[in-house]
């Protein structure tokens, strides 16, 4: 009994590896060397927030046939694909699930309205039904993109990825990454479709301009998606551990620029004030810290492109999310992140060639 008290208790008291505690350790050791009081951290209030679901969801118009002419599209397979929509089951599916229904249902109706229809008087598809078709294509392929934003900006998966998660990764272990990037750029090729799509619907249109309809392998990786991401916050903590990882360079650069007069170095002098501090750099931030920031840049730089290629085509003129986008997208809490790294990086260039400590590897 007293062993299993004790595991218990020593697994409720587990080391923190989030890089928000190495920051914080780091900061308390390099004050203990000075021999003052750290400089109290204030995380930052300000970060703009992902707008709300009310605010961003955009309505789509019902388009509704006849159960005649429904049952008559079981030549294109398109029937039990809308049967399946109307069912009650259907009727309440996800958003994922809802895009990659309007996306089959569009390369069904591309299909109907296209293919070389074998002769039968028994069951042809009639004229009426195809003109009946022809709008609902056009007006389905207008739907799209707000569709595929519905479903990125509302839907539980999707919007949860870029809500700010305040919990910074672990020091070693930036989960998400591959996943999302991998999502996006599905996203993105939906994105295009639909817009080549419009393109089309309002010019006249070429053979070789007229496309032959999403790829279906992307349609139904958007299941294979969700599935992944459904459990990671990941945009929402890489921007949020970005931000607070300013935030502890800044108040620790701080720390040190205030100190650096008292640090005594030189030939002759009492260099072991120095020594202590070198000693902390080389320990916890050389080894742990600065991986983790160059981690944290190195993932940003690889998705920043197509994010901002995905958010160059949103629908929204919503003031909190432009705000959102200029901040973290566009960049520029990440071009306040490289500029706390710098100033960090200048400050020990500095007290290395000052004191002529020998750079190490």
């Known amino acids: 009994m007293i062993v299993l008290t004790l595991s218990v208790s020593l697994a409720l008291t587990g080391c923190d590896n989030s890089g928000e505690h190495h920051f914080n ?14 400089i109290p951290f204030h995380p930052q209030e300000d970060l703009p927030s992902f707008p709300s679901t009310r605010d ?4 789509i118009d019902d388009i509704r046939i006849g159960l005649l002419d429904a049952y008559e599209l079981r030549r294109c397979g398109l029937f039990q694909l809308i049967a399946d929509r109307n069912s009650s089951l259907g009727k309440v599916q996800d958003k994922t699930r809802q895009l990659r229904y309007e996306l089959l249902l569009l390369n069904g109706l591309e299909r109907c309205l296209t293919q070389i229809i074998p002769t039968s008087r028994d069951n042809p598809i009639s004229q009426s039904l195809i003109e009946e078709l022809t709008p609902i294509k056009q007006k389905k392929q207008q739907q799209l993109g707000t569709i595929i934003w519905n479903m990125l900006t509302t839907g539980k998966e999707w919007r949860q990825q870029f809500v700010l998660y305040p919990h910074t990764f672990a020091i070693d272990h930036l989960a998400g990454f591959t996943a999302n990037l991998s999502a996006m750029e599905d996203i993105f090729a939906l994105l295009e479709y639909s817009q080549k799509q419009g393109y089309i619907e309002n010019n006249q249109p070429t053979l070789s301009s007229i496309p032959n309809g999403i790829d279906e392998a992307i349609v139904n990786r958007l ?12 945009f929402g903590q890489l921007f949020y551990s970005i931000a607070n990882a300013t935030q502890w360079l800044n108040t620790t650069t701080q720390l040190l620029n205030q100190q650096e007069n008292q640090i005594r170095c030189g030939k002759q002098r009492n260099q072991q004030q120095a020594e202590y501090l070198r000693n902390v750099f080389y320990r916890y931030y050389n080894r742990q810290i600065q991986p983790y920031l160059a981690e944290l840049d190195s ?24 705000t959102y986008k200029e901040t973290f997208i566009d960049g520029k809490a990440h071009q306040l992140f490289r500029k706390a790294v710098m100033d960090h990086t200048k400050f020990w260039q500095r007290t290395f060639q000052r004191c002529q400590f020998k750079v190490g590897i």
Do not use: C
Not at 25 to 38: C, F, G, I, K, W
Not at 301 to 314: D, E, H, N, V
């Open 223 to 234: 299941l294979t998606h969700q599935e992944k991401i459904h459990r990671s916050r990941y």
């Open 25 to 38: 350790d780091y900061h308390q050791r390099l004050a203990n060397v000075l021999e003052v009081d750290p």
């Open 299 to 322: 993932q940003y730089r690889q998705i920043q492109p197509i994010l901002q290629q995905i958010f160059a085509q949103s629908p929204y003129q919503d003031p909190e999310l432009i």
């Open 56 to 59: 961003l969801y955009i309505p």
